[in-house]
């Protein structure tokens, strides 16, 4: 019996298992296990790291992780771990359209969403295993610090990032101990306020919270046809083998392109009303005006005179698209979609929800329920469902025993390079 064999059997778990919890083709597995192929290091280790099965009426029990949504926005973050499992039981968003949004799409809920963090103790936060914020990116305020220093005196958090919202994710991690974290933030975050503002995060959360922590950079272009970049922080409150490196992204020979998310128009989507006509087009109403489109057509010839780089995105069925922003409903500069013998439109809110991964194939359709406006600004603040999903997976082994995987369809998986 070869390493990998032993090692799933010790688990408890079925070869189909491994593959949905791995992120691999059953056929990839069974290679693993009749020893054709040797696995790497991580997959190996991903498996040593699994709670055995002992067979058992209780151990075979659903018994998964609990999380809580901070900063939930429509609940990107919290889509990823509802694959694998988790079971949300607090959810807190301060704007009421995506508190709106939020509720349609996650109509069974046993709880509400809550507003205003900052006005919640955390004491009236159920106790939880994962906490996922993607909080706002905001500069810490030198003057405290520099006082306590100047009188030889300790501080720590509560002063470090008193007064950003940063600092209610570190009292609740603090207050409730939870195995683990994932937090999101811009790309930017590395260099915002030269370097300070991540500084004192990661102070925070390792030495003052004594969690293990590790940070990437993943782009969502691997996912979904959209050149999108995001910080994610993970972290840990006991050591484990998780490696943010060993992160798998969709097995291809090419990223994804635009076609994937575009209303096909050939009528195959009929019944779409609220953006297609009845022979299934999309309504005149998301094609730019001769004058915005001349507009943004003079401002691009204008900056590019200038040797800038301002300017419009304009892109067709085989392309990836630019990163979609919360201000994209102002004039859908960023990504507008060719058009033949007109001016280019804006994506659809549901071309956006699939460009986001909300919305993907075998699942059910979006709810929209606020203002195509609103929805613009909602999908420009989310993250990629399907890299959360990714990232989920990759933390199961320390979240969740074998019992608590779902049953999916599954993909074939890689290491990102």
Same mark, same amino acid.
């Given at each position: 019996m070869n390493e990998f064999s032993a090692l799933r059997l010790r688990a $408890?778990?079925?070869?189909?298992?491994?593959?949905?919890?791995?992120?691999?083709? !059953?056929?990839?597995?069974?290679?693993?296990?009749? %020893?054709?192929?040797?696995?790497?290091?991580?997959?190996? /280790?991903?498996?040593? #790291?699994?709670?055995?099965? +002992?067979?058992?009426?209780?151990?075979?029990?659903?018994?998964?992780?609990?999380?809580?949504?901070?900063?939930?926005?429509?609940?990107?973050?919290?889509? %990823?771990?509802?694959?694998? %499992?988790?079971?949300?039981?607090?959810?807190?968003?301060?704007?009421?359209?995506?508190?709106?949004?939020?509720?349609?799409?996650?109509?069974?809920?046993?709880?509400?969403?809550?507003?205003?963090?900052?006005?919640? !103790? =955390?004491?009236?936060?159920?106790?939880?295993?994962? @906490?996922? =914020?993607?909080?706002?990116?905001?500069?810490?305020?030198?003057?405290?610090v520099s006082k306590l220093n100047s009188l030889n005196r300790m501080h720590g958090f509560q002063c470090d990032v008193r007064g950003t919202l940063f600092f209610d994710v570190a009292r609740i991690i603090q207050h409730h101990q939870p195995k683990a974290f994932l937090l999101e933030n811009v790309k930017n975050l590395r260099s915002h306020d030269k370097g300070r503002t991540l500084e004192v995060i990661m102070k925070t959360l390792e030495e003052d919270l004594g969690y293990h922590v590790q940070t990437r950079i993943v782009d969502a272009r691997h996912w979904v046809p959209q050149h999108r970049e995001r910080l994610f922080i993970v972290g840990f409150r006991d050591e484990t083998k998780f490696r943010f490196d060993d992160l798998l992204f969709p097995e291809?020979?090419? /990223?994804?392109?635009?076609?994937?998310?575009?209303?096909?128009? /050939?009528?195959? !989507? #009929?019944?779409?009303?609220?953006? @297609?006509?009845?022979? $299934?087009?999309? @309504?005149?109403?998301?094609?730019?005006?001769?004058?915005?489109? $001349?507009?943004?057509? +003079?401002? #691009?010839?204008?900056?590019?005179?200038?040797? +800038?780089?301002?300017?419009? %995105?304009?892109?067709?069925?085989?392309?990836?698209?630019?990163?979609?922003?919360?201000?994209?409903?102002? /004039?859908?500069?960023e990504i507008l979609v060719k058009q033949k013998r007109k001016s280019p439109r804006r994506l659809t809110p549901r071309e956006c929800a699939r460009l986001m991964g909300f919305e993907q194939q075998g699942q059910e359709p979006f709810r929209f329920v606020v203002s195509d406006t609103q929805a613009y600004r909602q999908f420009g603040n989310a993250v990629v469902v399907p890299v959360i999903e990714s990232i989920a997976k990759l933390m199961q082994p320390w979240l969740a025993p074998p019992s608590a995987i779902p049953e999916k369809t599954n993909t074939k998986g890689r290491a990102v390079a």
């Amino acid at each position: 019996m070869n390493e990998f064999s032993a090692l799933r059997l010790r688990a $408890g778990i079925t070869v189909p298992e491994v593959a949905l919890l791995l992120d691999y083709t !059953e056929r990839q597995v069974y290679r693993w296990e009749s %020893g054709d192929v040797v696995p790497k290091k991580v997959i190996l /280790d991903r498996l040593r #790291a699994l709670r055995p099965r +002992n067979g058992d009426a209780d151990s075979m029990q659903d018994d998964s992780f609990t999380f809580i949504d901070l900063f939930a926005g429509i609940g990107g973050l919290r889509r %990823g771990f509802d694959a694998i %499992g988790g079971k949300c039981i607090f959810t807190s968003e301060w704007d009421r359209f995506s508190q709106e949004t939020y509720r349609a799409n996650f109509p069974n809920d046993d709880h509400d969403v809550m507003g205003d963090i900052t006005k919640i !103790e =955390a004491d009236e936060i159920p106790a939880h295993d994962l @906490l996922l =914020a993607g909080f706002p990116c905001q500069p810490f305020s030198l003057a405290g610090v520099s006082k306590l220093n100047s009188l030889n005196r300790m501080h720590g958090f509560q002063c470090d990032v008193r007064g950003t919202l940063f600092f209610d994710v570190a009292r609740i991690i603090q207050h409730h101990q939870p195995k683990a974290f994932l937090l999101e933030n811009v790309k930017n975050l590395r260099s915002h306020d030269k370097g300070r503002t991540l500084e004192v995060i990661m102070k925070t959360l390792e030495e003052d919270l004594g969690y293990h922590v590790q940070t990437r950079i993943v782009d969502a272009r691997h996912w979904v046809p959209q050149h999108r970049e995001r910080l994610f922080i993970v972290g840990f409150r006991d050591e484990t083998k998780f490696r943010f490196d060993d992160l798998l992204f969709p097995e291809s020979t090419e /990223d994804p392109k635009l076609k994937t998310i575009l209303h096909r128009e /050939d009528g195959s !989507e #009929a019944g779409d009303e609220r953006f @297609l006509d009845a022979r $299934g087009k999309v @309504l005149p109403r998301y094609t730019l005006s001769d004058h915005l489109w $001349g507009y943004l057509q +003079n401002y #691009a010839e204008k900056h590019r005179q200038k040797g +800038n780089g301002f300017g419009f %995105g304009l892109v067709g069925p085989q392309d990836v698209a630019r990163t979609l922003s919360a201000r994209y409903h102002k /004039d859908g500069s960023e990504i507008l979609v060719k058009q033949k013998r007109k001016s280019p439109r804006r994506l659809t809110p549901r071309e956006c929800a699939r460009l986001m991964g909300f919305e993907q194939q075998g699942q059910e359709p979006f709810r929209f329920v606020v203002s195509d406006t609103q929805a613009y600004r909602q999908f420009g603040n989310a993250v990629v469902v399907p890299v959360i999903e990714s990232i989920a997976k990759l933390m199961q082994p320390w979240l969740a025993p074998p019992s608590a995987i779902p049953e999916k369809t599954n993909t074939k998986g890689r290491a990102v390079a």
